[in-house]
C-alpha cells in the first residue's frame, strides 16, 4: 500500500516534471510578522506544541543493542533514552530521585545500570532503584517508589519518538497518521551514524520554512548545490507531516522503466519533514543517505539549535567515508553560512515590527500546510488533540 503510494508520488512528480508545471494554491497566505518574534506566541508554541506532540529525539542506529543510552536535553528537559536487556526502548526524565541531580551526562553510550554522579544512587535499564549508598543509615524510603519518571516513548521506521511531558496522553500513531510506514521504507533501522555536529539558528519557524521551501534553491544557494535545481515543489501531506519533491527535469528519464521497475531508492528521493521540527534530505555521496536534522527552540524566540545527523545505510569504508565527509561539509556550510545566516539577518529585520505581515505564495504549499497547522494546534484544547490528528487536512482547510 505504501509503496503504491510512492509511486502515485512519483507519477504526479514526473508528469508535471515533463509539463514544467507545479501544483499551485488557491491563494496567497499571509502569516503575521509578530509570529516570529513575539515572546507570547513563541511561548504558546513551545507549550502548545512542544509539549504536546512526541518529539523525533534519535535514531535507532544510536540505540541498537541492549545497554546503549542517549541522554540530551530538550527545551529545559533532561531526557534519558535506553534500550533495555528485553530490547524495548525505555525514555525517563534524566533526573535522581535523592534529591535530583543529572543521572548521566549529555550525549551517549553503553551502561546496564544509571548510577547518580551525586551520591551513587543506582537503576536498572527499566528505572528502577535498584540501589540505595549506605542504606541501613540513610533511613527507611519505599524503593518502588523512587524509580525514574518515565517518559512515552515510541519507535516507528528506525526513529525514536518521545513526549516531553510524562502524563501526555496522544498516540503516536495517531499523530504519525501513517507517515512511519512511508519512512520505513528508507530502512533506517539498519542504517548507520556517521556524524553528529549542531548549527545555531534563528526563531525555529524560520529555519522550518526553509527546509519546506525549494523556491529558494537556485537563488539563495546559487554558488553551491541550488543550480541544478528548478524552483518548483510538490507537497504531500500526512497530517502536519510534509513530504517535498522536487519536479525536476531528469525525472523525466523515469519513463523508460515501467513503474513496477522504479526503485525504493528512487522513490524516496527528496525531503520528508516531520512535524514540528524535522527534516530528513537525501543525498548520495559515499553510498546512499540522509541529512536528518532535528530543530529545537532555543531560549529566545530568536533562537534555535538544528542538530544535524548524516546517517548512511551501508557502514562506509574509508574512501566512502571521505567522499561523505565533504558531503556533511557542504551541507554544514550550506546551512550555517546561506540558510541560517540569512535567516538571522531576515529575524533581526521582522523585529523592527515594521512588516505586518509575511507572504507565502501559491507556489508555497508548505509554508501554507505548517502555519496552519501551528495556529491550529496552539488554539486547540488538550481534548480536541487527537480528533485534529485523526482529522488530518481537514483541520487545516480553511473554511
Ligand atoms: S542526587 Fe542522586 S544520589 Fe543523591
Ligand atoms: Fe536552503
Same mark, same amino acid.
Given at each position: ?126 528505572? !528502577?532503584?535498584?540501589?540505595? *549508598? @549506605?542504606?541501613? +543509615?540513610?533511613? =527507611? ?7 525514574? $519518571? ?101 525525472? !523525466?528519464?523515469?519513463?523508460? *522503466? @515501467?513503474?513496477? +521497475?522504479?526503485? =525504493? ?7 520528508? $519533514? ?126
Amino acid at each position: 500500500m505504501s509503496r503504491k503510494r510512492l509511486i502515485e508520488m512519483m507519477r504526479h512528480c514526473v508528469d508535471h516534471a515533463k509539463a514544467g508545471t507545479q501544483e499551485l494554491e488557491p491563494e496567497v497566505f499571509r502569516v503575521p510578522a509578530s509570529n516570529y518574534w513575539d515572546e507570547g506566541r513563541w511561548r504558546r508554541e513551545i507549550d502548545g506544541i512542544f509539549r504536546r506532540v512526541p518529539l523525533l529525539l534519535a535514531t535507532t542506529a544510536e540505540l541498537r543493542e541492549p545497554g546503549r543510552y542517549k541522554a540530551l536535553e530538550v527545551l529545559g528537559v533532561p531526557v534519558l533514552i535506553a534500550r533495555a536487556r528485553d530490547g524495548e526502548l525505555r525514555a525517563f526524565v534524566n533526573l535522581c530521585s535523592h534529591r535530583g541531580a543529572q543521572l548521566m551526562p549529555t550525549g551517549g553510550g553503553k551502561a546496564r545500570r544509571f548510577i547518580c554522579p551525586y551520591h551513587a544512587w543506582a537503576y536498572d535499564d527499566e528505572g !528502577a532503584l535498584v540501589g540505595i *549508598l @549506605s542504606a541501613s +543509615e540513610f533511613g =527507611d524510603v519505599d524503593k518502588s517508589c523512587l524509580g525514574l $519518571t518515565r517518559l512515552p516513548v515510541a519507535e516507528r521506521a528506525g526513529l525514536v519518538w518521545v513526549h516531553l511531558d510524562p502524563a501526555a496522553e496522544l498516540d503516536i500513531d495517531v499523530f504519525l497518521g501513517g507517515y512511519d510506514e512511508m519512512l520505513a521504507h528508507f530502512h533506517f533501522e539498519d542504517w548507520h551514524l556517521v556524524s553528529q555536529r549542531s548549527v545555531e539558528g534563528p526563531n525555529w519557524k524560520i529555519a522550518y520554512d526553509g527546509y519546506l521551501d525549494l523556491y529558494h534553491l537556485p537563488i539563495l544557494h546559487k554558488e553551491t548545490f541550488g543550480p541544478k535545481f528548478p524552483n518548483q515543489a510538490h507537497y504531500y501531506a500526512w497530517g502536519p507531516h510534509q513530504r517535498v519533491s522536487s519536479p525536476h527535469p531528469g525525472l !523525466a528519464q523515469m519513463d523508460e *522503466l @515501467s513503474e513496477e +521497475e522504479w526503485p =525504493d531508492s528512487v522513490l524516496m528521493g527528496g525531503v520528508w $519533514t516531520v512535524f514540528p521540527h524535522v527534516s530528513i534530505a537525501t543525498f548520495d555521496a559515499g553510498g546512499p543517505g540522509v541529512l536528518l536534522s532535528q530543530l529545537f527552540p532555543g531560549s529566545t524566540p530568536g533562537e534555535s539549535v538544528t542538530v544535524q545527523n548524516y546517517l548512511m545505510a551501508n557502514e562506509p569504508d574509508e574512501a566512502q567515508r571521505a567522499e561523505a565527509q565533504k558531503q556533511i561539509d557542504l551541507l554544514e556550510y550550506v546551512v550555517r553560512e546561506e540558510d541560517y545566516a540569512t535567516g538571522l539577518r531576515q529575524q533581526q529585520a521582522l523585529r523592527t515590527g515594521t512588516l505586518d505581515e509575511v507572504l507565502f505564495g501559491r507556489n508555497e504549499g508548505g509554508g501554507h500546510r505548517f502555519h496552519r497547522w501551528v495556529e491550529r494546534l496552539i488554539e486547540a484544547d488538550a481534548g480536541e488533540l487527537k480528533g485534529l490528528f485523526e482529522a488530518g487536512e481537514a483541520s487545516i482547510r480553511p473554511r
